[in-house]
């Protein structure tokens, strides 16, 4: 199965979800942000960092390249597409996902260990989670404060969209300590935290032992069995 | 050439904590006098000529689209910029 990950000029982690990927036992596929050509993948994946440096908004300008464009096609197909922090961003730019992200409440860039529950189990980057599930991802941002509307934060609610909650402390002053959301079709999934840093033991978040926490890898392989079923 | 001014602003229900960052240090400048402070962006669009009609449109189109974002932003005005007409 093949996977692509999009790089735009000041993404930081797309060789990290490409590895991601590829421990998971997928096929790692670059998509350059210039190119609307997806390369025959069958998921996307908008990883982490600051695209055009943060200018305008954060994921602003990136919303705006050709390969976004298609993949707002594909994902009205109902590709899986998975937005990783700075790729959460553009999903929201993009209105992929509803909703915006703003400064951290503290004003402080913020980088730690963060506890997360796992609330929607039906969308194919989260179906190898239980339900209501703990799991322990690194979470690093400056704008990370998710806020939307009354209405638009009670649709999410309501509709069983937002995926996962910050559960040991709120980070950032998020609405609802909403950590990450999905589309009305499930398909489109953004968060702020970031499972693949931690996919690999003795790289990982602090588990049972020192960095063996691999909690990001069941994100990978969530989407492969979603694809192959 | 025309110059057409574009302001844009935290919505005011939206934290805003660049603005809070800002209004925290003032004090320390012995500035103590102003309560709240919100920080926004102006943007500045030349055009080739003079302003239109169409060019103000245009500019209005991209301060909603493109230069701020509806749903924690607000357009508070889109202008030519004073004395730069002819």
């Known amino acids: 199965m093949k996977v692509g990950v999009v790089t735009f000029p000041g993404t930081l982690d797309d060789q990290d979800a490409a590895r991601a990927v590829r421990l998971a036992g997928g096929e790692p596929v670059a998509i350059w942000h210039a190119s609307d050509d997806l390369r025959g993948v069958d998921a996307i994946i908008f990883p982490g960092g600051f695209s055009y440096g943060d200018y305008l908004r954060c994921g602003a300008i990136a919303a705006l390249a050709p390969a976004v464009g298609s993949v707002i096609e594909a994902a009205g197909k109902g590709m899986p597409v998975l937005g990783i922090c700075n790729g959460f961003q553009v999903l929201c730019e993009s209105h992929l996902l509803p909703g915006a992200l703003i400064r951290n409440e503290h004003q402080r860039f913020i980088c730690r260990e963060q506890e997360l529950s796992v609330e929607n189990t039906s969308t194919p980057w989260t179906n190898g989670f239980s339900a209501g599930e703990r799991i322990v991802i690194p979470l690093k941002n400056g704008e990370g404060n998710f806020q939307a509307s009354a209405e638009t934060v009670a649709e999410l609610e309501g509709e069983g969209r937002v995926v996962f909650r910050y559960s040991d402390l709120n980070p950032n002053g998020s609405i609802n300590d909403i950590a990450g959301i999905c589309s009305a079709r499930g398909n489109v999934v953004g968060l702020m935290p970031h499972p693949e840093h931690a996919v690999e033991r003795g790289f990982g978040t602090t588990g049972a032992g020192y960095r063996t926490g691999t909690d990001g890898l069941r994100f990978f392989t969530s989407v492969l069995s979603s694809l192959v079923s | ?86």
């Open chain 2, 1 to 86: 050439m025309g110059r057409i001014i574009v302001e844009v602003m935290p919505k005011p229900e939206i934290l805003d904590p660049q603005g809070k960052a800002v209004r925290g240090a003032l004090p320390r400048q012995g500035i103590d006098i102003f309560t709240d402070v919100r920080q926004g962006k102006r943007f500045e669009l030349t055009v080739e000529g003079s302003v239109t009609q169409e060019a103000l449109a245009s500019a209005q189109a991209a301060a909603e689209s493109v230069l701020s974002n509806p749903i924690i932003e607000d357009v508070v005005a889109v202008y030519e910029a004073p004395g730069e007409s002819k």
